[in-house]
């Protein structure tokens, strides 16, 4: 009768392993936090390109833009305006009005820059007007 005999792994063998695991996360992590970012951007912009063509459909149906007091809720709750109200047809969204993805609100005013009807813009990543990078207003913005 032969008797085999099992060995495990020897302390320094496993943190060989885990210094190799810890070098490969180091190299991949950064490139993939990277994506996360830039899929941040493309979903901010093509939330705001949604946003505009629902402004646009509710301009058609009533004849003008939400007032900055009505904001983006007109895109979703009838106006008190009663001259105004038979000719909304909504809701212009089928769910609610996104946050941006940073979850802030998207920004919306009267008028837009360069003879734009309207702003409609997120503050980017840090929540505040202006910045640079995924801090940088993306969007329709407003006069500077």
Known sequence: MLLTQHQGFTLLEMLV????IGLLAGLV??????NVDKAKLQTANIQVKQLK???QTLRLDIGRLPTPEEGLALL???PNDENVKPLWK????EE???LDPWNHPYQYSVPGSDG?????YSFGADGQPGGV????????????
């Open 53 to 55: 063509g629902a402004l």
């Open 17 to 20: 392993v885990l210094v190799i």
């Open 76 to 78: 979703r709750i009838p």
């Open 116 to 120: 734009d009807p309207f702003a409609l």
């Open 29 to 34: 992590g950064p490139r993939i936090f990277g």
């Open 96 to 98: 609610t009005i996104p």
């Open 90 to 93: 909504g809701p212009y969204l």
């Open 133 to 144: 990078d995924d801090n940088a207003d993306i969007g329709y913005l407003p006069p500077r």
